[in-house]
């Protein structure tokens, strides 16, 4: 079955940048989801991709896809304290459908 | 994107007892998904509820244990019965976007612990 995976931890220091890996077995994956989880917050909804695109950017953000290692990374520029939380990389072949989540990375940012 | 009205936030319940959660969306949404979240674990599918058709559950779950109800476009409800403190999870709601990006919503959760 379809399984998206990801590094359990991150450590970084404030100021520095942050880069969250996923990896994803479905070839079909169409639609590509970062979402943030804080401690005992709902899941927010960080930034998207498609699979026809390579690179969106988006403020801090940037996604980088690579289609043909089926991988996905997150990069957050001059990560904050208020970024500490678990990231969560999600997919789906079809807009609609279920999503299907990594096992989350926490970050941790110290100052 | 649209707004889900999740409740309850968190229950403490006996073993043995039912709890209902009820997510509530301010438009209309065809599919809503129910993922269950165990402690310090990722999210997993439950099942797909339809409007006026039966839930579509995954592997693992089933609907004596886990009834769903869907009784109009914009309201689900989750039942988790006849439960065992293995049943201590966060149960989430979704709908899918219709925007830019089809971004998914999620409720705020249930918290549930059994006791």
């Known amino acids: 079955g379809e399984d998206v995976e990801q590094s359990l931890f991150l450590s970084v220091r404030e100021g520095d940048s942050s880069v969250i890996n996923c990896t994803y077995t479905d070839s079909s994956s169409t639609y590509l989801y970062w979402y943030k989880q804080e401690p005992g917050a709902g899941l927010q909804l960080l930034t998207y991709?498609?699979?026809?695109?390579d690179m969106k950017q988006d403020q801090r953000l940037t996604v980088l896809l690579n289609k043909k290692d089926k991988h996905l990374s997150l990069r957050i520029a001059d990560t904050q304290t208020g970024d500490s939380a678990i990231y969560f990389c999600a997919e789906t072949e079809q807009a609609g459908t279920a999503l299907i989540f990594g096992k989350g990375t926490t970050l941790s940012v110290s100052s | 994107s649209a707004v889900i009205s999740q409740k309850p936030s968190r229950d403490i319940c006996q073993r043995g007892t039912s709890l209902t959660i009820q997510c509530q969306v301010d438009s209309q949404v065809t599919m809503m998904f129910w993922y269950r979240q165990q402690p310090g674990q990722s999210l997993t599918l439950i099942a797909t509820a339809n409007q006026g058709s039966e839930a579509t559950y995954e592997s693992g779950f089933v609907i004596d244990k886990f009834p769903i109800s869907r009784p109009n476009l914009t309201f689900s409800t989750l039942t988790v019965s006849n439960m065992s403190p293995e049943d201590s999870s966060i149960y989430l709601c979704s709908v899918a976007g219709t925007g830019e990006g089809y971004g998914y919503t999620f409720g705020s959760g249930t918290r549930l612990t059994v006791v």
């Open positions: 991709i498609f699979s026809n695109m």
